[in-house]
């Protein structure tokens, strides 16, 4: 019983996510506003982390899984990526390390700043 | 049997599972990182379809299950969130700057792939918010006229190679600090590069999934002027 109400308030805060999305003009999905409403509702306490914590620990647990069906869909673009595959490779994996680079060094540097500023 | 595998419901969800377990025993045998789950069930799961002679799509509706909780797993990135919101709070401008140093240093060097290899402006643009969630990077490809399914095969094997080289690269740039390690994951391959910022650490895991969202809306809102770029 539980987990059947825990997953039904996580659901409910997707359902308001969807809605939020389809009034909002905002380039935000649903998820997005789901996410922000629910860390809300836990910041005022209108839920208690053990209210949703077995489910949410299970959907994160199994998040990876989650993305297969997306990712074999690449057999559909075989032609396509036969012709652009020397850019494609190189977006994902230059790109990709030089924007967690470019990322983690600026949050780093902004951190040991501060951190040399307040001593 | 041909017409339970298009037609029923079960298998699909049972495919994926079943290949990314076997996934899961690959690694714990070989201890390889790169017997990555997500990369070798995605790889079986192809095989089996290619095999089988079954289409994309049939699969796709079958394994329809697993694609739903994709939105609810995402809104339960609030619960990492909420409970690292000291840091959160405490980092509040280095978390921000990072992001931003993200999204520029992703978008420009898009921009100048594109021009290198003076490509199609369609492909190009479905690759410009390949470091960001599914969800956001292919509404952004589509209305910007990309080709939002190569969009989404560009946003899961970044995910995926951010996942595995996650602790490659932050160890290669000096990246120690948690709080940097997070924003750096999430802004680079969004939630599967955040599945490995969650084993790393609590800190991290939160950091990552926070940088989903910002570095996701941050995108959005930068395309469309980095489209007007493109050769």
Known sequence: MKYIFQFLRILLFCFLGELLHSLLPLPIPSSIYGLALLLAALKIRLVKLEQIKEASGFLIAVFPLLF?????????????LAEIWLPVLLSIVLVTALVMAAAGKSAQ???RWKETRHG | MAELLTRGAVWGVLLTGGAYALGILLQKKTGKAWCNPLLLGSLFVILFLRLCRISYSDYQASAGPVNYLLLPATVSLAVPLYE?????????????????????????SILLLAWIFQMDPAAAVSLLPKSVTTAIGADISRELGGIPA?????????????????????RLFRISDPVAKG???????????TARALEIGPVEGAMSSLSIAAAGILTALLCPFAARLLP
């Open chain 2, 150 to 170: 190569l969009t989404t095969a560009a946003i899961i094997l970044t995910g995926i190679f951010g996942n595995l080289s996650a602790q490659g690269i932050c």
């Open chain 2, 183 to 193: 924003v750096g994951i999430g802004s680079a391959a969004h939630a599967i590069g």
């Open chain 2, 84 to 108: 690292q919101w000291e840091a959160l709070r405490k980092n509040t401008a280095a978390i921000l700057s990072g992001i931003a140093a993200g999204v520029l240093a992703s978008t420009g």
């Open chain 1, 68 to 80: 297969v069906p997306g990712a074999a869909g690449i057999m559909e673009l075989g032609p396509l």
């Open chain 1, 109 to 111: 540097v902004v951190i």
